[in-house]
């Protein structure tokens, strides 16, 4: 297959992680036989420096016209005292509005061999940790309409039909390449929003019967996801319950480095980036951890591309790497070998050249 990746290296550790990614998806090409393009969008600070904003519309434009966007991280002290409308986050809604993603999806997965990194307790860790988070990313309270009045504060929170379905779709399709189990949370013993949120979830399951669904309040999906979160597969929820819970469960894996996430629209191209930011303080130093936006790579080649047995392969080999006793810096531990964010990329194509 051949694909078109547009590429934002960004700011700070952006340019380091995202060059270990891209030799990563060339050893993928190169062993099934796929060719990937990509085309350097510039977006950020650098993007700011360069053009004085921090997404000019040609670069928008680069991402839209791609069959996905693979993007590092954004920002840095250099740009805190720009006005507003200019500082590089700008850059990023910029773009998750004009690629029209309205679902985020983020992994919690712990990796065994960083088990003792978790501050969960071993015994609930060594069930398994490895679920989504599909959250709604532009509707809900974030978007409603904000006032305050005469001393009272008002939020308004209101889900359409439309836009509950078009997100539980995506939760429904993600369950289904993974273990098939779909967990929609709510608040529905309160909220009008969370029963109409359930109501769509139901008549939606009619046309996935292969995905078991299942509904949680969300207050005691936060104590689940502390409790037992072996049990969880996928999990589906509106813009702010996603939000808090995917904190919570990216801190239960222990290393915010390794987490990689996707954002999707209505078609194939998806936006996808490791969870961190930019790390000012590691830049240009070797120090970064690449893995976050390696397997975010590896979400592309999933979700986008429908390349699953490529997208397991880097999985396999992260999981060696990690076999091997390597670790960048942030998740070094007592008996491991340190190596670079250079090496590290080296050591898991490697891995990936003897898996093939
Ligand atoms: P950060 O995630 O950049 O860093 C937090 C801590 O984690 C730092 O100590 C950093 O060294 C470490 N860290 C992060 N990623 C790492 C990696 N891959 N390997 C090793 N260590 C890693 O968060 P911050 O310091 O709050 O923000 C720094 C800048 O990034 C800010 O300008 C912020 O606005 C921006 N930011 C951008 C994004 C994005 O581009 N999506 C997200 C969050 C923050």
Redesign the pocket.
Known sequence: MVKNIAVIR?D??GPE?VEQALRVLDAVALRYGHTFHYTDVDMGGCAIDKYGDPLPETELQKCVESDSVLLG????DKWNDVPAQLR??KG?LRLRAGMGVYSNNRPAKIWKQLSAASPLRQEIVDKGIDFIIVRELIGGIYFGEHKTEGGVATDMLRYSEAEIERIGRIGFETARKRGKKLCSVEKSNVLDSSRLWKQVMHRLAEEYPDVALSDMLVDNCAMQIVKNPAQFDVLVTENMFGDILSDEASMITGS??MIPSSSLGAGSCGLY??I???????AGKD????I?TILSAAMMLRYSFDMPQEADAIETAVSAYLDDGWR???IMSEGMTQVGCRQCGELIIRKLREEG
């Open positions: 960004g700070g550790i992680i991280a954004v920002g840095g590089p986050e990023l915010i480095g980036e490791p961190h930011g930019s790390a000012p303080d590691i120090l970064a951890n690449p976050g960048t810096a942030d």
